[in-house]
């Protein structure tokens, strides 16, 4: 079985620039999750999905947002990119249903704000 | 709040060395869900292991073994006979009440020749 993916794997912005970040769960997986990984604040949430709704929120500002497809793929976007954006975007899937199901990740795009 | 703290910032072994990575949590909840992940230098974060609060059984895996000890609130993992491959960065979790992953900072293993 195919692992979660993410693109892309690299990428470099401006600042006042917006990003989107794609990921792809593991066949059959309906909930992705989405994490920021910096050297200052380690890994932190972002936000869930599951059936296209959002299911869970983190605390980040109104600039980072997300949606999730019928086929369970999600993307993340982040508009008016900060310096304080640079960081590695991870995105984990789970499992149908439970909410307490393992999360799996993919390989993570690295951000780079110039 | 749940808490996950990894006091050891970095260990560095010799090959074969047998190495243990401390894992203390804090948690209210009477059922709560911890893991393990392993991030090598390539980024990716690799599912260890799980363990449901219900579930006291220690495990072992090959080279891998996890102590779960809630008197102490400890989920310690030792690698036995530890080899350069697993030189990466570990990190230990846990489910907050909404079942977002609740990580500690991380351990930096370094294993060696």
């Known amino acids: 079985k195919a692992g979660v993916t993410q693109t892309p794997r690299y990428l470099i912005k401006t600042r006042g620039q917006q990003v989107t970040l794609s990921c792809s769960p593991i066949s059959g997986h309906r909930s992705v999750s989405w994490y920021q990984q910096t050297p200052g604040q380690g890994l932190q949430f972002l936000f869930e999905?599951?059936?296209?709704?959002?299911?869970n929120k983190g605390n980040f500002p109104g600039r980072f947002s997300g949606r999730q497809f019928s086929n369970s793929r999600s993307e993340m976007n982040v508009s008016t990119l900060e310096l304080g954006d640079s960081a590695l975007y991870l995105c984990?899937?789970?499992?149908?249903?439970?909410?307490?199901?393992?999360?799996?990740f993919g390989p993570g795009t690295r951000l780079l704000v110039l | 709040a749940q808490k996950v703290t990894q006091a050891q910032t970095e260990i560095s072994v010799v090959e074969k060395e047998d190495v243990t990575l401390d894992c203390v949590y804090e948690t209210r909840d009477t059922t709560y869900y911890l893991f393990w992940y392993k991030q090598p230098p390539s980024g990716e974060l690799v599912f260890l292991i799980r363990?449901?609060?219900?579930?006291?059984q220690n495990e072992i895996s090959g080279r891998y073994s996890w102590n779960f000890q809630k008197s102490t609130s400890s989920f310690n993992f030792t690698i036995t006979a530890s080899q350069v491959v697993d030189s990466a960065v570990y990190f230990c979790?846990?489910?907050?009440?909404?079942?977002?992953?609740?990580f500690g900072s991380g351990t930096r293993l370094l294993v060696r020749p």
């Open positions: 984990a899937s789970s499992s149908p249903g439970l909410a307490q199901e393992t999360q799996y």
């Open positions: 363990r449901n609060s219900f579930d006291e």
């Open positions: 999905y599951f059936s296209e709704t959002q299911r």
């Open positions: 979790a846990q489910y907050d009440s909404s079942y977002k992953l609740i």
